[in-house]
């Protein structure tokens, strides 16, 4: 289930009254009941699986209470069903490839929100492991706190302090409707009216990246760095959105990144909620080990983690190594500083430096394969001459350059306080009618959301 889809607002009309209706433990019953059908929408035999994470997690954090010294097992035990079910098959491969072996396993199919539901839990488990002096949160509560539809498929990713004091809360938020009603809007429109007509182009692209003239490789890399993050960011505007319906304040997961002026500052501005779980969970550990000897180590490995999160395949492996290896060089000569502080032609160029490298390295995070991902760049620099230009590319480029221009207004904080400066009786009729044919255009032309495969 969509939240761009026709079926989603059927999905929150019936969901909504159920939940004004209900109090208490009650209300987070229902709530999480209703994420669970909104989760089996999509296959309901994995809806099981979220329960088990739910169990999973409600007893980690007992264990590891009463029995800390269990952490690193409790810890492995919550990743066996992410690495049983993203990283088997790559493992097998590795095996075969070093020793000659065939191993085979019949396909199948990554459950939706899996990374992001693991490293929920893994960061529940790891800050109740610290926190002792607090009363464990209940069953009602973890289940809420796991499951809660917003977030639930693609984030943000949520943490137990942030979310455990706002349970008690849980309204409908009349005053948050309509802030939350814009931010739903603009994510609608990244999605529905830029990332998938782009996404149309750069799927066929990569799908002939071996023959593409230039020009066609240039729009190609400038499309998907423009629809991974219209994509990306127009899912968490709306999970914020739909949880400030519910009195719930989700974390802002973006912040305009591709007006960094460095690939550090980047990373504070890119999938905010999985930088700072990373920095907590992998870095600082890293780093406590590393600083006597390599402590930019921990800055580089921290970086492999992400790609390996991201996929199970070299080429993600190969992309969290390029961005780590670069993040190192920024932080021993100081130029992450430097380029933000500087003067306004260091921080263009800080700024076209980092979209730069974003965008080629990126073709490794789109591609099957790291051969496909070397066609795209080799294509880009020109291995196939200039080309002709690619068909509709004035639409394509307009796109780009719409949501590049409007990149720095693309925040939630200046998305909802539109509400204290458009009138509701205005806007709220244009949002609703905007919702309404964005919704028609996705269901006629069903195109999830890119993360969903992490």
């Not at 607002?9 to 109090?23: G, Q, Y």
């Not at 991201?310 to 021993?332: C, M, N, Q, R, S």
């Not at 500087?342 to 099957?368: K, N, Q």
């Not at 509701?424 to 009729?429: D, G, K, V």
Request: aromatic share 16%.
């Amino acid at each position: 289930m969509l939240f761009h889809h026709y079926e989603f607002f059927i999905f929150l009309a019936a969901f909504t009254p159920i939940f004004a209706l209900t109090r208490g433990n009650v209300r987070l019953g229902w709530t999480t009941l209703a994420s669970l059908f909104f989760y089996a929408w999509w296959y309901p035999p994995y809806a099981l699986l979220i329960v088990v994470f739910v169990l999973m997690a409600w007893a980690g954090v007992r264990a590891v209470r009463r029995w800390p010294s269990l952490l690193p097992a409790i810890i492995i035990i919550t990743l066996l069903p992410l690495a049983a079910f993203k990283y088997t098959h790559f493992l097998l491969s590795v095996v075969d490839g070093l020793l000659g072996t065939e191993w085979t396993l019949p396909p199948w199919t990554l459950p939706l929100g899996v990374s992001f539901v693991t490293f929920t839990i893994v960061s529940l488990i790891l800050d109740s492991r610290r926190d002792k002096a607090a009363q464990p949160p209940s069953l009602l509560a973890i289940s809420v706190y796991v499951t809660f539809f917003p977030h639930l498929i693609a984030g943000p990713i949520l943490r137990g302090h942030q979310m455990f004091p706002q349970l008690s809360g849980m309204r409908i938020d009349r005053t948050a409707v309509i802030p939350a009603l814009y931010l739903f809007t603009a994510g609608i429109v990244k999605k529905v009216v830029i990332a998938d007509p782009l996404a149309v182009y750069v799927d066929a692209a990569y799908l002939k990246a071996d023959i593409l003239g230039t020009a066609e490789a240039m729009l190609a890399v400038l499309a998907f760095m423009v629809q991974i993050y219209c994509d990306f960011s127009a899912y968490s505007d709306m999970a914020i959105a739909l949880a400030m319906l519910f009195g719930v304040t989700f974390p802002e997961n973006f912040r305009s990144p591709y007006l960094a002026t460095s690939l550090t500052e980047l990373w504070r501005r890119w999938h905010i909620t999985l930088t700072l779980w990373l920095r907590d969970y992998v870095f600082m550990p890293l780093f406590r080990r590393l600083r006597g000897s390599l402590p930019s180590m921990a800055i580089f490995l921290t970086m492999v983690v992400s790609g390996i999160w991201h996929g199970a395949a070299w080429h993600f492996i190969l992309w969290g190594a390029a961005h780590g290896a670069v993040l190192v060089i920024e932080h021993w000569t100081g130029f992450s500083r430097s380029a933000q502080n500087g003067r306004l032609w260091l921080r263009i160029s800080g700024v076209l430096y980092t979209c730069i490298f974003f965008a080629l390295t990126a073709t490794m995070f789109r591609a099957p394969t790291m051969g496909i991902a070397g066609d795209m760049v080799l294509a880009f620099f020109g291995k196939n001459g200039w080309g002709l230009a690619p068909a509709g590319w004035p639409l394509l480029l307009g796109l780009c350059a719409t949501a590049l221009i409007l990149h720095g207004l693309d925040t939630r904080d200046r998305i909802t306080g539109l509400a204290a400066i458009i009138p509701a009786w205005i806007a709220a009729p244009i949002c609703l009618s905007i919702i309404a044919t964005c919704s028609l255009v996705a269901s006629s032309q069903p195109a999830s959301f890119y993360y969903f495969d992490f």
